[in-house]
């Protein structure tokens, strides 16, 4: 009881300014650990958006160019390895069955390694793609879907892309045999007694689209990293730039 007593009049004798003081320092410092914490996308100058949103475009097209330019970039990628034909599907399972297997195995090598040689043809457009950027554009990217900045790349390169690549696959399919192993593979199968319908396939088109079907599937992987990953945001700008969207 005494005990209590004493508590009572120790807290009377302290001063109101003494109590007004410390909460205070409460709300002083709740508002700094706020204003600290991450920067909101609208605090962010028209200038950061912009350059954060350019270096984030430009890292990732170089690096998915990049890694498809290159021995096996797109042969042995699951995700983005170019098939036989899907309209000339049944030429690769017939031909199998009859102990051709190797060959459309080589077939479809040719076809991944065109693709390869011509993916060092991406790095340049998206580069100037980019440039054009407007601060709408960047705005927009920054605050939409985790692959909005994909979907920008796709949109406004995808003609320049396919112009870029189809004439570099046709001859890289011609130097690699492509042509003349189809042309081979498709007389065998046409040959065939069980064969009611000829398969007539534009190489160059199926490949040019596949090629650039996985370049953009990439694309959208580096996009993903840079969005959820900070570690992968290599300098200054992506992390303040990136960080303000959390």
């Known amino acids: 009881m005494k005990n209590k007593l004493a508590s009572l009049i120790l807290c009377s004798m302290v001063p109101l300014s003494v109590v007004a003081q410390i909460d205070l320092n409460k709300i002083k410092n709740t508002v700094q650990n706020t204003v600290s914490g991450p920067t ?9 958006i912009i350059q954060g949103l350019k270096e984030a475009l430009t890292k990732g097209s170089n690096t998915a160019s990049a890694e498809l330019n290159r021995t096996d970039g797109y042969n042995k990628n699951p995700r983005v390895r170019i098939p036989f034909p899907e309209d ?49 554009d960047a705005k ?21 892309l396919y112009n870029a690549f189809s004439p570099h ?47 953009f599937i ?15 945001r290599t300098t200054d700008i992506l992390k303040k730039v990136f960080g303000a969207t959390k």
């Open 140 to 160: 927009s990217i920054l605050t939409g879907p985790d692959t909005a900045a994909t979907q920008y790349l796709r949109k406004t390169t995808y003609n320049n």
């Open 40 to 48: 909101k996308v609208n605090q962010l100058t028209e200038a950061e």
């Open 169 to 215: 696959i046709s001859k890289a399919l011609g130097n690699n045999l492509a042509t003349q192993k189809w042309t081979e593979l498709a007389t065998i199968y046409n040959k065939l007694p069980t064969t009611k319908e000829k398969i007539q396939t534009d190489l160059v088109k199926f490949t040019t689209h596949k090629a650039l079907k996985g370049l």
């Open 88 to 136: 000339a599907a049944k030429i690769a399972a017939t031909l199998r069955s009859m102990g051709f297997g190797k060959k459309v195995d080589e077939f479809e090598l040719t076809l991944n390694r065109s693709a390869e040689q011509a993916a060092k043809e991406a790095a340049p457009i998206f580069v100037n793609a980019i440039k054009q950027m407007t601060f709408a």
């Open 218 to 232: 990439l694309v959208a992987d580096e996009e993903m990293k840079i969005r959820k990953d900070p570690l992968a």
